[in-house]
């Protein structure tokens, strides 16, 4: 519910160019608000509604012109809502979400939503219809103290002929009387108006409008708590029927008094016998018809002196002071026929008169004249028939005059409520004085001159909040409604949210510039983008984030599936799903060679893949002339170690058995006491005999190694 203003700082068109500026009203219409005709430097253009288009089209040749346009957007309203006839309206705020609360006055009912609220829109509208209030046919009280009874509002259309008779009945607390005053009588000739001092059909009749004689403007008084009213009438309207008055009082006690459309003072709150009362009058009425001073009298049954005055509207009159109302006559009842009023305000020379028009309610065939200046030099400032909204005029002399006429024939054509007009004494001076600029901001204004009404708007540049009223209206007295605002700068970031299925930590919970966002995601959820965001300022600018929020996302949207395991090869730690950034590793079986990479990673996409294909397994290929490889020289080394193990142990096993079963001195054997064997051992080596010498045959082994072909060779020699 925003509407765009803007404001033409700069226009130069040249021949041939054309600028036009539209909108769009409540019922999607196009409006043209300006064109390339009607732009002038300093103008402010406001939308009716959220919309507002700028079109431009340059000429077929030539000189371009240039043209400038600085627009900002402020907040729709809810139009002011109507007051209801017989009653009143209290508005909180025209803004979106704002409230008008409507009552009635006394003896009448509110017809409709007692509250409504101002709804947002492209255009803001109030939530239901504005209510009315009317007055009911017939009803009753119970412990009735203080109310009003009121002949029925009319009906209109098919409706027009009902409540054509109508009772109410008044019950006051126990022991208590009624008093019933007349504020106003003006039966039809078929009209009838019956008071009954109780509820029976035998009651005493304490006034009855069909047998005549005078009206008891004083008011009646009720024997006992109860009092029954009825009222008969061919067809209600607006310039017949009656209001009463009604107030409960004690015995030995004069009842309070009413002063309608004005005020009292008195001696005795409780009104005993010797009490003084003084009535005055609202602004706009004068006393009338009674006395300005009654007192209450008889001890043995109270009552006052005299009656109460009337306070009634004044047709016309000489006005001065610093500020006055005007009211139409007979105010707050409907006007007569053949009213001639004329009203005329004299301020001070130095002085102007501002008219503030607050309710305008007349017939087509009534008219209201306001005209300015004296009898010598007289212009007419407005000539107003019918209904109109609020709205105020200023005078340029120190006289100004309001004149009412009313139809004579009003019962033909009809009449209205009335109307209610305040008057004040303003400064000769009309406008206000101009407002400072605002250090890191600007104003805007609706109105070239500064007159009553117009509106200065301030904007902060980026990086700064507005402190105080963003609009300052000038008022009726010439000031403004409130001081310049300032701007500050801001130092902390707009919360950046929540992100979905994670937990975030603050450091700072204001979001003060340098605060740090830390986000996690939860189990079975991946993070996608930085984990932690921070808060930093910017000159000039508003404080942002670092970055953008991260996103958690399900690990399994994100995971690469296992690609599968190469022919004659195999995978380490082989699982279904891998996350980014892990790795699988393969393996070729024996024999076999990896051809491509040995491990491959799971990188992060949308969606994640591999950093590479799947390695392959082949056959390994050996070539007799190339240089033997890591695994061949470890095999030939295993190889020659295990050669010389066993030729060791065949060594040590020869050289055992020729210890114990030979008496040869040998070199390189020493001597051991061993008995000669002398009769045939166990043993059937040929090598050994019995009592005999015999050689003994040695064997040297010669090792020799190559490289490239792991040769072994073997030398044996004999030995004496």
Not at 200 to 208: E, M, N, Y
């Given at each position: ?26 019922h ?15 103008q402010v ?115 027009a ?65 109860a ?49 003084v ?43 001065s ?12 009842e ?44 007289t ?11 609020p ?45 400072p ?5 600007w104003k ?75 986000y ?13 965001i ?61 051809i ?38 470890a ?86």
């Amino acid at each position: 519910a925003q509407r765009r203003l803007g404001k033409w700082l700069h226009v130069n068109l040249s021949d041939g160019e054309q600028l036009s500026i539209t909108g769009v009203d409540e019922h999607g219409s196009l409006l043209v608000l300006a064109n390339h005709t009607l732009l002038v430097e300093g103008q402010v253009i406001r939308s009716p509604t959220n919309t507002l288009s700028v079109y431009y089209c340059s000429g077929l040749e030539g000189s371009m012109g240039i043209f400038q346009l600085h627009y900002q957007i402020f907040r729709l309203s809810c139009s002011l809502p109507k007051r209801p006839h017989f009653g009143d309206v209290s508005v909180l705020d025209l803004l979106p979400g704002g409230t008008a609360r409507f009552h009635c006055h006394m003896g009448y009912h509110l017809h409709g939503e007692p509250v409504l609220t101002c709804l947002n829109a492209s255009l803001p509208v109030w939530s239901d219809k504005e209510p009315v209030c009317r007055a009911l046919c017939g009803g009753t009280v119970k412990n009735a103290t203080v109310g009003r009874v009121l002949s029925p509002s009319p009906h209109h259309g098919p409706n027009a002929t009902l409540d054509r008779s109508c009772s109410w009945s008044l019950e006051a607390p126990k022991d208590q009387r009624l008093h019933l005053h007349l504020e106003r009588l003006a039966l039809g000739p078929t009209d009838r108006l019956v008071l009954w001092s109780g509820l029976d059909a035998g009651s005493v009749v304490l006034f009855d409008s069909g047998r005549g004689g005078q009206i008891p403007f004083e008011g009646v008084i009720s024997e006992g708590p109860a009092v029954r009213i009825q009222f008969i009438t061919d067809q209600p309207n607006h310039n017949t029927g009656f209001n009463i008055r009604y107030e409960a009082f004690e015995r030995g006690h004069c009842y309070e008094p009413y002063l309608q459309n004005g005020n009292f003072t008195t001696s005795d709150p409780l009104y005993g016998v010797g009490t003084v009362v003084q009535f005055t009058c609202d602004p706009g009425h004068s006393l009338e018809q009674g006395p300005p001073v009654i007192e209450c009298i008889s001890a043995r049954d109270p009552y006052w002196n005299d009656t109460e005055p009337l306070c009634k509207a004044q047709c016309g009159g000489d006005l001065s002071g610093p500020g006055g109302l005007i009211l139409s006559p007979n105010w707050p009842e409907w006007y007569g026929e053949g009213e001639d009023c004329s009203w005329r305000i004299h301020v001070g020379e130095d002085k102007r008169v501002l008219l503030d028009v607050q309710l305008l309610n007349i017939s087509d065939s009534d008219m209201l004249t306001i005209t300015d200046g004296d009898e010598v030099t007289t212009r007419i400032l407005g000539r107003y028939v019918g209904g109109s909204s609020p709205f105020k005029l200023s005078s340029t002399t120190p006289d100004l005059t309001v004149t009412f006429h009313s139809d004579p024939a009003g019962l033909v054509f009809g009449k209205g409520e009335g109307f209610i007009i305040n008057y004040i004494e303003v400064s000769r001076n009309d406008s206000c004085p101009d407002l400072p600029e605002i250090q890191n901001g600007w104003k805007t204004t609706s109105h070239v001159a500064l007159v009553r009404g117009a509106c200065i708007t301030y904007q902060c540049d980026p990086g700064y909040d507005l402190v105080g009223r963003e609009t300052l209206t000038c008022q009726l007295d010439l000031s403004w409604s409130s001081q310049p605002p300032f701007c500050e700068k801001i130092m902390y970031c707009s919360d950046p949210g929540h992100v979905e299925h994670a937990t975030r930590s603050l450091s700072d919970p204001k979001l003060l510039v340098g605060t740090t966002i830390q986000y996690s995601c939860n189990t079975g959820f991946i993070l996608q983008g930085g984990a932690t965001i921070t808060c930093y300022g910017r000159e000039p600018g508003t404080p942002v984030w670092t970055s953008h929020l991260p996103h958690c996302v399900s690990e399994d949207s994100v995971s690469c599936e296992n690609p599968g395991v190469p022919d004659n090869g195999y995978q380490i730690l082989s699982k279904r799903l891998y996350l980014p950034g892990e790795s699988l590793t393969f393996v070729c079986y024996q024999g076999y060679e990896l051809i491509g990479e040995v491990a491959i990673k799971c990188i992060l996409g949308n969606p994640s893949f591999w950093s590479g294909p799947l390695p392959l397994c082949r056959v390994a290929e050996a070539t007799a002339g190339s240089p033997l490889n890591g695994g061949n020289i470890a095999l030939a080394i295993f190889i020659l170690i295990l050669l010389l193990s066993v030729l060791l142990g065949g060594v040590y096993v020869y050289v055992t058995r020729c210890r114990y079963n030979s008496n040869l001195r040998l070199p390189l054997i020493y001597p051991h006491p061993y008995r000669q064997i002398t009769v045939e051992t166990e043993f059937d080596n040929p090598l050994y005999e019995t009592g005999g010498v015999s050689s003994i045959q040695f064997s040297s082994i010669e090792l020799n190694f190559n490289l490239d072909t792991a040769k072994i060779t073997t030398n044996t020699s004999s030995v004496g």
